[in-house]
Each structure stands twice: as C-alpha cells, then as structure tokens.
C-alpha cells in the first residue's frame, strides 16, 4: 500500500514537473522608443501563447507599468477574458521585470497608465483568442482614442 501511494505521489509530481517545463515565457520590453520609432511602446505589442504560459515583460525605461485592463485596475474597463487573474505590475526601473501566468483563454487587453493616452497598449491571446473579449469590447468601451487605434491594428494582427 505504501509503495502505490509513493508511485501516485511520485507520478503526479512529474507529471506537473512536465507541465511547467512545456510552459513558455514570451518577453515583452517596455520602452519609450520601439525599434520602428513610436514612442511609448510595448514590444511586441501583440504576444499569442498558450494557456499556462507566461509573459516577462522587461523594463528598458522608467515611468512605465502594465496592467490588465479590468475595473479592480483604477476603474478601467472590462477587456479580460471572464474569471481571469487581474494584474498590475506597478512602476518598474529599467532592469525591472515582472511576471504574469496567464490560464484563461482569450484577449488580455493591458495598458501603461500614464501612457495610455499616447497609445501604450497591448494585448496578449491565449489559446482561443476568440473567446474574447473583442474588438467589439473595445469600440463600446471607454478608452483614449490613441489607445483604440493600437488595438483596431493588433486585433486586425490577430486575424492574421
């Protein structure tokens, strides 16, 4: 009996052990001038993954953050996926990271709070990206319009 609960317990422990090791980081800078020259970016803009991945986004310049756009984030609109982990990095200095696993599938809209009226936007797909929310979230919510824009062509990057 207490070799089988061993073998279960040993079994689990790889099996979960194999899960994280699948798990990819996808890293994202952010900056204050992109390699195309816009200012105020988040580089790339737009990250595709699968659930259980996880994003680094890396500090290359201070005055920035990112965060998920969601009411408990300052009152912002709703543009996560429904159940889906509410995030806010804070203000970071270069050098800084910070990490986020995300599980629920769809698009994960996020935002730089001082920088969202010049546009500082992005969004990250997981999974099934059409499970949303969409394009459509976005036009009905109420955003900067430099910050629809950004995300009529990431949407439209999607797509692709």
């Given amino acids: 009996m ?6 279960l317990v040993v079994g689990g422990v790889l099996v979960l052990a194999a899960n994280a090791a699948w798990a990819e980081v996808h890293e994202v800078e952010v900056r204050n001038l ?11 803009a737009l990250v595709e993954m699968a659930p259980g991945d996880t994003v680094r986004f890396v500090w290359k310049d201070m005055g920035h953050n990112a965060a998920a756009y969601h009411p408990d984030n300052r009152g912002k609109p709703d543009l ?8 806010d990095s804070g203000f970071k200095q270069p050098g800084d990271s910070f990490e986020v696993t995300l599980d629920s599938e769809g698009v994960h809209h996020y935002y730089c709070l001082p920088h969202e009226g010049m546009g500082m936007v992005g969004m990250i797909a997981v999974g099934d990206a059409s499970k949303g929310p969409g394009l459509d979230a976005v036009e009905a919510a109420d955003l900067p319009e430099a910050a629809k824009v950004k995300f009529r062509k990431l949407h439209e990057q999607l797509k692709e």
Avoid: H, N, T, Y
């Avoid at 992109?34 to 580089?43: A, H, I, L, N, P």
């Fill in 2 to 7: 207490k070799a089988k609960l061993m073998a």
């Fill in 34 to 44: 992109g390699s195309d020259g816009q200012r105020m970016v988040f580089e790339p």
């Fill in 80 to 87: 996560i996926p429904a159940g889906a982990k509410v995030w």
